[in-house]
């Protein structure tokens, strides 16, 4: 007895056919008999009372304040003392000019300038006593200050880098407060600078 030889590739189409008409068959099956859910509200298991604090005494006197004018319409003015009666009065910005900070302040230890600070009152530094103290000792010489000149050639800050005598050194520092400077330049901008600056004290003869 021979076997039968199903040839598959010429079922092919026959079997899909017949796979989607039983899968048709088994959704309307599925929509028609199946039972339909039906979506119920979500209740809370406990409900909490809602709690209503009373305002403490302090804020139960509390007075609304009224609310602010309505701006007023512009009216044309019937004579020129209405508009003189009505007109502001001009703001005094006296006394609100821009000052310098008087802290963190401290130029870089070394800038490139091309016009040197120069000092506009160096005569201050010889005027006044010579210390009493120094003068009967017989001390005179040379004592060096780093002075911190800012773009408008103000001295900010006054370092004794080599001092003389603590007399000497307390009046030249006083002194070196007072000098002002035409500022540094660079690039035709004015720049902060670090200037040595040393101070001569000799006695008179």
Same mark, same amino acid.
């Given at each position: 007895?021979?076997?039968?030889?199903?040839?598959?590739?010429?079922?092919?189409?026959?079997?899909?056919?017949?796979?989607?008409?039983?899968?048709?068959?088994?959704?309307?099956?599925?929509?028609?008999?199946?039972?339909?859910?039906?979506?119920?509200?979500?209740?809370?298991?406990?409900?909490?009372?809602?709690?209503?604090?009373?305002?403490?005494?302090?804020?139960?006197?509390?007075?609304?304040?009224?609310?602010?004018?309505?701006?007023?319409?512009?009216?044309?003015?019937?004579?020129?003392?209405?508009?003189?009666?009505?007109?502001?009065?001009?703001?005094?910005?006296?006394?609100?000019?821009?000052?310098?900070?008087? %802290?963190?302040?401290?130029?870089?230890?070394?800038?490139?300038?091309?016009?040197?600070?120069?000092?506009?009152?160096?005569?201050?530094?010889?005027?006044?006593?010579?210390?009493? %103290?120094?003068?009967?000792?017989?001390?005179?010489?040379?004592?060096?200050?780093?002075?911190?000149?800012?773009?408008?050639?103000?001295?900010?800050?006054?370092?004794?880098?080599?001092?003389?005598?603590?007399?000497?050194?307390?009046?030249?520092?006083?002194?070196?407060?007072?000098?002002?400077?035409?500022?540094?330049?660079?690039?035709?901008?004015? %720049?902060?600078?670090?200037?040595?600056?040393?101070?001569?004290?000799?006695?008179?003869?």
């Amino acid at each position: 007895m021979k076997e039968k030889i199903v040839d598959l590739k010429k079922q092919y189409p026959l079997n899909i056919r017949i796979g989607f008409l039983i899968t048709l068959v088994l959704l309307i099956l599925g929509f028609k008999f199946i039972p339909e859910t039906k979506r119920q509200p979500y209740l809370p298991k406990f409900s909490k009372p809602i709690q209503v604090d009373k305002l403490p005494p302090q804020l139960q006197n509390i007075v609304k304040p009224p609310p602010p004018p309505k701006p007023k319409m512009p009216v044309a003015a019937k004579s020129d003392e209405d508009v003189e009666a009505e007109t502001i009065e001009k703001t005094d910005f006296s006394g609100l000019e821009k000052k310098e900070a008087d %802290v963190d302040f401290a130029p870089p230890r070394f800038v490139a300038y091309e016009v040197a600070p120069k000092p506009l009152n160096e005569g201050i530094m010889r005027q006044g006593t010579y210390p009493e %103290v120094a003068r009967r000792l017989g001390i005179e010489g040379k004592l060096y200050l780093e002075l911190w000149i800012d773009t408008k050639g103000t001295v900010r800050n006054v370092i004794i880098t080599k001092p003389l005598y603590p007399a000497i050194d307390k009046i030249a520092k006083e002194r070196a407060y007072q000098l002002k400077f035409s500022p540094a330049m660079q690039n035709d901008k004015p %720049v902060a600078v670090r200037l040595a600056y040393p101070v001569i004290f000799k006695l008179e003869n």
